[in-house]
């Protein structure tokens, strides 16, 4: 990284599905981004406690004990400030009131494109300091339709 772009944010992705889990991740490491990659919630709850996280983007409901709520959980214990985006393919994700600790930033509907996934990890990450952070431009072939819901 060249100077004036801060320290190298640590990002862990939390999805069930491989292929998507190491698309994100790819794309994540090629924006300046160290990926972590976990497959479940136990993998992730382990990669929780060798290092805190500066975001986490997590599917909700993965195969195993727990969810991306667990996750999250999770990760805000080990460091408060964390961004936790949601990514989900389910309309409902439950009751309103869900523990603060728990309840992600952002949650994203799948399926998803990469430059409004980009665009809205920026934001997120932004909202935590001062400088905004400089967005890299994605291959066109990334982009499809998107929506955000943001809490």
């Known amino acids: 990284m060249?100077?004036?772009?801060?320290?190298?944010?640590?990002?862990?992705?939390?999805d069930d599905e491989d292929s998507l889990r190491s698309s994100i991740g790819k794309i994540l490491s090629l924006q300046r981004f160290e990926v972590s990659l976990a497959a479940d919630v136990e993998e992730a709850l382990e990669r929780i406690a060798a290092e805190a996280f500066d975001l986490v983007l997590t599917d909700l409901r993965m195969p195993g004990p727990g969810d991306g709520l667990t996750v999250?959980?999770?990760?805000?214990?080990?460091?408060?400030?964390?961004?936790?985006?949601?990514?989900?393919?389910?309309?409902?994700?439950?009751?309103?009131?869900?523990?603060?600790?728990?309840?992600?930033?952002?949650?994203?509907?799948?399926?998803?494109?990469?430059?409004s996934l980009l665009k809205l990890i920026r934001t997120q990450?932004?909202?935590?300091?001062?400088?905004p952070t400089p967005l890299l431009p994605v291959h066109k072939a990334a982009a499809a339709p998107f929506v955000v819901v943001q809490r």
């Open 72 to 115: 999250i959980q999770a990760a805000r214990s080990r460091n408060p400030e964390v961004v936790a985006i949601l990514m989900s393919a389910y309309a409902s994700l439950g009751p309103p009131t869900v523990d603060p600790g728990m309840r992600p930033d952002a949650i994203v509907p799948k399926p998803f494109s990469i430059p």
């Open 2 to 14: 060249s100077k004036g772009e801060g320290p190298v944010k640590k990002v862990l992705v939390v």
């Open 125 to 131: 990450l932004d909202m935590r300091r001062s400088e």
